[in-house]
């Protein structure tokens, strides 16, 4: 069967698919931001023998009409529309190929990608950033919880498709609500929004560039299947793909105008100067010496009697004043522990919750097959916001939806 380009909201990938990421460290990617500015049709002309049918796909992208919005010219906005294109099959996707291109260790390999990666990266180098890290949200119908062990650092070298809005997540087509299923919570200060380039901008779309870092902030298992990976973007000590350098636009200064030459004066207006008088000058007088003065007897000094050591005056020092017993402070109550305790329907459930607001010492939470619902899951996340001792939280084998999920994802965002 031909391949064709798809606008079929089922066969939007990017946001769920999964390749396996490389376990060591590849070499960073350089080069590429050396490579001059050109037309989509030019940066890409170099893949036709690696991507089938680009040609196709970029006539289709420039079809497109863009407003220059950002300060993107056609080309660049175009670059961002080309890499959301879903294509059939779906391993003929342009974007599919660049990121398996991105985690080979053979950096060979992206030398004809040279012209697309600088073009793409000056396009989302132009869109603005957020004053604040976003949190995004991105799935994969497998349990990766193995791979992402808490605390550890992990390099994605591909670009990465996320989304705003979680509940596009939750479509069947997508991560779903039922079966094995990995949901990442994102905390992140590079992505870019580019929901008006996208082919769907239903799907609130954050591109997430490549070749960017994360810690494991916290892994969850939440029962049904689902586990819950927080990651927060981090910056290495050394950049891992080189950024792209955009020009600084200096204001034009005017030319200031010439001044106008100023009209000689007539010849005859010019005073001749007027010759000095040879007068004579007075002769100096010649002060009078002052007469000498008497000079007195230089007086010799008087010693001062000697102060024998009785004569000093002794100073008698004084106890010191009694020091009054510090009162002992009373410690005050935490003000996030609320007064009177939430209550829930599960009685197993409720002591675990006051506990966890009550007992700070408390470090391990097994809540396996508590029959513990959405509602339950807002109580403990409300506790979990409080508690700071808590390492372990064990909810297998519960009955915990994609809003319960939710919730304690939320919690785990504020209690880090």
């Given at each position: 069967?031909?391949?064709?380009?798809?606008?079929?909201?089922?066969?939007?990938?990017?946001?769920?698919?999964?390749?396996?990421?490389?376990?060591?460290?590849?070499?960073?990617?350089?080069?590429?931001?050396?490579?001059?500015?050109?037309?989509?049709?030019e940066a890409t002309d170099p893949l036709i023998s690696i991507v089938p049918e680009v040609e196709r796909m970029v006539w289709t992208v420039k079809q497109r009409n863009f407003d220059g919005e950002h300060g993107l010219t056609d080309d660049e906005a175009?670059?961002?529309?080309?890499?959301?294109?879903?294509?059939?099959?779906?391993?003929?996707?342009?974007?599919?190929?660049?990121?398996?291109?991105?985690?080979?260790?053979?950096?060979?390999?992206?030398?004809?990608?040279?012209?697309?990666?600088?073009?793409?990266?000056?396009?989302?180098?132009?869109?603005?950033?957020?004053?604040?890290?976003?949190?995004?949200?991105?799935?994969?119908?497998?349990?990766?919880?193995?791979?992402?062990?808490?605390?550890?650092?992990?390099?994605?070298?591909?670009?990465?498709?996320?989304?705003?809005?979680?509940?596009?997540?939750?479509?069947?087509?997508?991560?779903?609500?039922?079966?094995?299923?990995?949901?990442?919570?994102?905390?992140?200060?590079?992505?870019?929004?580019?929901?008006?380039?996208?082919?769907?901008?239903?799907?609130?779309?954050?591109?997430?560039?490549?070749?960017?870092?994360?810690q494991v902030i916290a892994s969850l298992n939440s029962g049904n299947g689902l586990h819950i990976i927080q990651l927060k973007e981090i910056q290495p000590k050394f950049p891992l793909i080189n950024p792209v350098l955009q020009p600084t636009l200096h204001?034009?200064?005017?030319?200031?105008?010439?001044?106008?030459?100023?009209?000689?004066?007539?010849?005859?207006?010019?005073?001749?100067?007027?010759?000095?008088?040879?007068?004579?000058?007075?002769?100096?007088?010649?002060?009078?010496?002052?007469?000498?003065?008497?000079?007195?007897?230089?007086?010799?000094?008087?010693?001062?009697?000697?102060?024998?050591?009785?004569?000093?005056?002794?100073?008698?020092?004084?106890?010191?004043?009694?020091?009054?017993?510090?009162?002992?402070?009373?410690?005050?109550?935490?003000?996030?522990?609320?007064?009177?305790?939430?209550?829930?329907?599960?009685?197993?459930?409720?002591?675990?919750?006051?506990?966890?607001?009550?007992?700070?010492?408390?470090?391990?939470?097994?809540?396996?097959?508590?029959?513990?619902?959405?509602?339950?899951?807002?109580h403990l996340a409300n506790a979990l916001q409080i508690n700071k001792t808590l390492t372990t939280f064990n909810l297998y084998n519960n009955e915990i939806g994609d809003q319960g999920a939710q919730h304690l994802a939320n919690a785990l965002q504020i209690?880090?």
């Amino acid at each position: 069967m031909a391949a064709k380009f798809t606008d079929e909201p089922q066969h939007v990938l990017r946001f769920s698919d999964f390749t396996l990421q490389p376990s060591r460290m590849l070499p960073p990617i350089l080069g590429y931001e050396k490579e001059p500015l050109v037309s989509l049709e030019e940066a890409t002309d170099p893949l036709i023998s690696i991507v089938p049918e680009v040609e196709r796909m970029v006539w289709t992208v420039k079809q497109r009409n863009f407003d220059g919005e950002h300060g993107l010219t056609d080309d660049e906005a175009a670059a961002i529309t080309l890499y959301t294109m879903e294509w059939e099959p779906t391993d003929n996707s342009f974007y599919v190929i660049l990121n398996k291109t991105l985690q080979a260790a053979n950096r060979k390999l992206l030398k004809p990608w040279f012209l697309y990666l600088r073009l793409i990266m000056t396009s989302l180098a132009k869109l603005p950033s957020d004053s604040n890290r976003l949190t995004v949200y991105r799935g994969v119908k497998l349990d990766l919880s193995a791979q992402y062990p808490k605390g550890n650092t992990v390099t994605w070298w591909g670009f990465s498709s996320c989304t705003a809005s979680v509940d596009v997540l939750s479509n069947e087509q997508f991560l779903g609500q039922s079966g094995t299923r990995t949901l990442f919570n994102i905390d992140c200060s590079s992505a870019k929004t580019i929901k008006e380039y996208s082919f769907f901008p239903e799907e609130e779309e954050v591109l997430l560039p490549a070749a960017r870092q994360f810690q494991v902030i916290a892994s969850l298992n939440s029962g049904n299947g689902l586990h819950i990976i927080q990651l927060k973007e981090i910056q290495p000590k050394f950049p891992l793909i080189n950024p792209v350098l955009q020009p600084t636009l200096h204001p034009v200064i005017p030319p200031m105008p010439k001044p106008m030459p100023l009209p000689d004066p007539p010849v005859s207006s010019v005073p001749k100067p007027t010759p000095l008088s040879d007068s004579p000058i007075p002769p100096m007088t010649i002060p009078m010496p002052l007469p000498d003065l008497p000079v007195s007897p230089v007086l010799k000094p008087t010693p001062l009697p000697d102060l024998s050591i009785s004569s000093v005056l002794q100073l008698t020092s004084l106890p010191d004043p009694p020091i009054p017993p510090r009162p002992k402070s009373t410690p005050l109550p935490d003000p996030r522990i609320p007064l009177q305790l939430p209550k829930c329907n599960n009685p197993k459930l409720q002591k675990y919750i006051d506990a966890m607001y009550l007992d700070q010492t408390l470090t391990t939470l097994n809540l396996y097959d508590s029959q513990i619902g959405d509602q339950g899951a807002q109580h403990l996340a409300n506790a979990l916001q409080i508690n700071k001792t808590l390492t372990t939280f064990n909810l297998y084998n519960n009955e915990i939806g994609d809003q319960g999920a939710q919730h304690l994802a939320n919690a785990l965002q504020i209690n880090k």
